[in-house]
């Protein structure tokens, strides 16, 4: 009785064990399949292969490049002439015509000089009449008529002066800054090297004396674009001005189209410190759905030729130094024949198909291989061994001192 009892404990001491081991074999030939079927024979899963049909198109050779949008005009304008601002008339924001006012200096002191000027003007021309009517000389009436020409050039001057009282805008657009306040001193100011007096250029000073404009107010434009971009100096020879070129704007789904306008002949370095030249493309007509700073991505057509035949680049194959298609001969069986081909060009997913095809025949194209072939009937095979007596696939070697069910190990 006790030795039945003790037997009973040990078989119960030794059920927990077995059934770890168990589990063990199980995840470890889990595992086990998944590695087998991925690397057994070689085998690969194939997509069905599709068919493509050979026909022209426009073939377009690009040089890419990248940029940013900006204003196709930035005009910073500033009084050409000294004076106290006395009104300013706009602020950011603001859209503005051409020739519209933007501020004002005070003109009392302008206006007398052009009332002086006219004065003058009128005293030659006076003084011309008189010595005309009392036969003057050749030389007189040569003096007199130099008076004259003088006097109407410093009208002229003071005219154009007085004009530059009110600051106009040289372009439409927005108003992107304003840097004048009404009692600012503004128009041109003159400066000098340290330890020379400052003030005019004509001055006494011994230094060299520049002039410099105070107070501007910023007006770019409003609809028309430019792209700054740079070109790598191998691609530079290939850009022209003139040249159309596809623009892909961040946020913006459709290509917006432009004209190469300027190319430049110093380059510089780029982000990885190769040299690189800068392009500016100007963006074709008025657009509402762009903004200054935005990125973009330029593709430059440097060739285009229409009416070009062409195939599915995926379905181009070759051995050796031949090159070939599948030619479909039969579209009902899908039957196909090995054609030899001659290419030029490619352009995206098209290349140019020189000889060998014609227009309409259509030609296989291969579908993606990938691994595991047959994966669902070779796992169903497995599930059949594991399910009749734990039985391991062929070419499968447990690990060293591991025990399946049935006895029996390494």
Known sequence: MIRELFGRARSLRRRPRR??????????????????????????????????TVGTQTLKQTVTASGTLE?????????????????????????????????AVGAAVLQAELDAAQSELDAAEAARSEHLAEGASEEQTSADEAAVRAAESGLEQADEALAGA?????????????????????????????????????GSSTGTSTSTATGTVTVVSTGHFVVEATVASDDIEQVTKG???????????????????????VA?????????????????????????????????VVSQRADVLTVDSRAIRTDGDTTYVEKVTDPATGATT??????????????????GLAEGDVVEVPGFTGPGGGGDE?????????????????????????TFPGGGSR
């Open 378 to 402: 070779q796992m169903q095979e497995l599930r059949q061994q594991m399910q009749q007596g734990g039985g391991m696939p062929e070419g499968f070697t447990p690990p060293d001192g591991a």
């Open 19 to 52: 059934l770890v081991l168990v589990l063990f074999v199980v995840v470890l030939a889990s595992a086990a399949a998944g590695g087998w079927l991925l690397v057994r024979g070689e085998e690969s899963a194939a997509a069905a292969p599709t068919t493509a």
């Open 338 to 355: 090995r054609t030899g081909i001659e290419t030029g060009e490619t352009s995206g997913m098209a290349t140019e198909v020189v000889s």
């Open 243 to 265: 040249l159309q070129a596809e623009i892909t704007v961040t946020g913006v789904d459709e290509t917006v189209y432009g004209t190469v306008a300027e190319v430049g002949l």
């Open 268 to 300: 510089s370095a780029d982000s990885s410190g190769a040299a690189a030249f800068p392009v500016t493309i100007e963006v074709t007509g008025e657009r509402d759905d762009l903004y200054a700073g935005t990125s973009a991505d330029i593709a430059v």
């Open 166 to 202: 009110v600051l106009r805008a040289t372009s439409a657009g927005t108003v992107t800054a304003v840097g004048l306040e009404v009692g600012d001193s503004a128009g041109t100011s003159s400066g000098s090297p340290s330890g020379s007096s400052t003030g005019t250029s004509t």
């Open 71 to 103: 204003a196709a005009t930035t005009d910073d304008l500033s009084f050409e002439v000294s004076g106290t601002v006395s009104a300013v008339y706009v602020e950011p924001g603001d859209t503005v015509r051409k020739g519209q006012k933007l501020a």
